[in-house]
């Protein structure tokens, strides 16, 4: 038997309403499908027990059976006299259908801060991690990353250690899975402790993640946020240099084959010289940004030069074939925009929003669009339009009661996470109402956002909206290191997330063991739609019927069905995820209808996906799980 610690420590997160149970370990035969259900809204909470597993879940990826693989690495693990951080027993895998955890057996290196793709055949590939922890390196601090390459085998809940290795360490890379299948990976800290501290290496990954079949040495483009830093007069370009760290780029794959990145750019420019990429001066970049007032809530600008932030701020896309030949998306101006542009380190979430395929061809339907969240509300942008830019919107949300118990009505969520769900909306959710700049562990847990929010996206943006989950709100403070992914059955697991030292002196834990399962209130409108989908390995351009199974005809339903990739997550971001909504093609009876799948990889890159169906209503079936391609 598993059972969960049931003293939780930290009853002013929980409250008295949170109950526990008693559940058995058992061997499941793959794959598993989880039966529809009745769902309803609100929380339930899971511990993890470290009778278990120590592992918390700092990286998350979906799994094809409906499971959540999770790992942390050696980022809560014991330093023993050599300084070595314990790693071992820091891998596990949640089951949703049962609310069981499972110990995995971990790689035989750290793969804390690594980056990850669920690809095409379901497996998950892990690229870099920590290979020591912080060491001083003149103007900046170095974290020495990894070379090493693992797949997590999901059939057999095994990883597998391959032979080759990156040319260059990764820690806090960024990845993401091309129209073929292959993994395109760039950016991270390397393992050399070198100015400017970031891994110019582009490296392209085959489909099944064992070799490497394009590596570009010291490649132009490092597609990362630009940390943030103090500055002075007297500091020379040299030591700005070195802050300037390619960590955890916002990368996603647009339908016209381009990766588009919505956080800012390591280096410019993109035309090599000679057959060798320049760097070029970097002082007509730097972007001053005003202080936050937290008198006033608002920022102003500082009387002298000191004391500022400085950050580049420029959005990027390029061809991973041809990664010299980039255009860039949107260039900040001298005085950054409300503060700043569009993401301007790693505790800003972004997200593609669901794409619009027509019926008959592989036409997006509208622009694609690019949404990111920050300073209590949302930015988007259409990569694709001329003159493309970031627009601030003020759009109104419901009012709430910050940590200092004023009303306000535009949130911050400091490393919260933007999760796609089935009805089209995005869940907004975790993270903590600090602004930027503003760091004070000690009350961090005082300062945790508990409403549940959706961005609803319009036909066009001026028709793009905000609401209020009415039932649930998330209980646990969710700060760094905490993620959110959405499950099979259409309901949203949050976890993780660092305490405040505050916090640690009193309960002795470095991360919030419950695991909280929000149950969106959409369920609350109305039956769900049953469906079964005819084949579950679908190949691209195939036209597949659907069937219904309860009730509800198609007159009830919405005229799309929507596919959701299996992604991984980390660090405020899920790299992968999409939405894709489909509509019906060609016949039509009350109970059976028929969707074609595009035949473009860029639009449906290989994989498997959450397919579900939405009432007229906006209920959402249960998912049902896809491979494509």
């Known amino acids: 038997m598993i059972a969960f610690d049931q003293n939780i420590g930290n009853k002013n997160f929980l409250g008295n309403a949170v109950r526990f149970g008693d559940y058995t370990q058992r061997v499941v035969q793959f794959p598993i499908v989880i039966p529809p259900r009745r769902l309803k809204p609100g929380n339930e909470t899971i511990i993890i027990s470290d009778a278990v597993t120590k592992a918390r879940p700092v990286h998350v990826a979906n799994l094809p059976n409906g499971d959540i693989l999770f790992f942390s690495g050696s980022i809560y693990g014991q330093e023993n006299e050599q300084h070595e951080f314990d790693r071992s027993d820091s891998v596990a895998i949640f089951r949703p259908a049962t609310n069981e955890i499972l110990p995995v057996e971990g790689p035989p290196f750290d793969i804390f801060c690594a980056g990850h793709s669920t690809l095409g055949n379901g497996n998950v590939v892990i690229m870099g991690g920590t290979l020591r922890r912080e060491e001083e390196h003149r103007d900046a601090h170095h974290w020495p990353g990894l070379q090493d390459v693992t797949v997590f085998d999901w059939r057999k809940s095994t990883f597998k250690t391959l032979s080759y290795a990156m040319r260059e360490g990764r820690w806090y890379p960024s990845s993401v899975v091309l129209g073929n ?18 891994n110019f290496d582009l490296e392209i990954l085959s489909a099944d993640g064992e070799q490497v079949v394009t590596s570009i040495e010291n490649g132009n483009v490092s597609m990362g946020s630009a940390d943030f830093t103090e500055y002075g007069p007297d500091e020379d370009l040299h030591s700005l240099r070195a802050e300037f760290q390619g960590l955890y780029p916002r990368m996603m794959l647009l339908p016209n084959g381009e990766i588009f990145s919505a956080s800012s750019l390591r280096s410019l420019p993109t035309i090599p010289e000679n057959g060798k990429v320049e760097e070029v001066n970097r002082e007509n ?23 500022r932030r400085v950050f580049r701020d420029n959005s990027f896309a390029f061809r991973p074939n041809q990664p010299w030949i980039s255009r860039q998306i949107f260039e900040a101006t001298k005085e950054a925009p409300e503060a700043h542009g569009p993401i301007w380190g790693f505790d800003d979430p972004a997200v593609l929003l669901p794409l619009d395929v027509n019926s008959t061809s592989d036409e997006v339907r509208a622009q694609p669009r690019v949404m990111t969240f920050l300073n209590g509300r949302d930015c988007t942008i259409e990569p694709d339009s001329p003159n493309a830019t970031w627009v601030h919107a003020h759009r109104k949300r419901d009012i709430s009661i910050d940590f200092k118990g004023r009303k306000r009505n535009d949130r911050y969520r400091q490393y919260g996470n933007l999760v796609l769900l089935p009805d089209g909306s995005v869940m907004a959710v975790g993270g903590v109402d600090t602004p930027y700049l503003d760091g004070k562990p000690d009350v961090l847990e005082d300062r945790k956002v508990e409403e549940v929010e959706y961005f609803i996206p319009g036909a066009t943006p001026s028709q793009d909206y905000w609401r209020t989950d009415k039932e649930s709100r998330v209980l646990v403070p969710r700060h760094y290191h905490s993620t959110a992914i959405l499950l099979l059955d259409g309901r949203v697991m949050v976890g993780g997330g660092n305490v405040s030292d505050e916090y640690f002196k009193v309960h002795k834990e470095k991360s919030f063991r419950e695991i909280e399962i929000i149950t969106p209130d959409y369920y609350n409108n109305g039956s769900q739609p049953e469906f079964v989908v005819e084949g579950d390995t679908l190949s691209y351009g195939e036209v597949v019927p659907i069937r219904l199974l309860n009730d509800l005809s198609v007159v009830d339903l919405s005229t799309y069905t929507i596919l959701i990739r299996c992604a991984s997550f980390t660090h405020a971001f899920g790299y992968d995820q999409r939405a894709v909504r489909l509509y019906p093609h060609g016949s039509m009876t009350t109970s059976r209808y028929e969707i074609r799948i595009p035949r473009n990889g860029n639009i449906v890159p290989p994989g498997y996906y959450m397919w579900f169906i939405v009432s007229k209503k906006g209920v959402p079936s249960c998912g049902q799980m896809v491979k494509i391609g």
């Open 285 to 307: 970049m730097k972007i001053v940004a005003p202080e936050f007032n937290e008198e006033t809530d608002k920022y102003q600008n500082s009387p002298n030069v000191n004391g």
């Open 181 to 198: 299948g292959e993994v395109f990976i760039c950016d991270g800290h390397p393992t050399l402790a070198s100015i400017p501290h970031t």
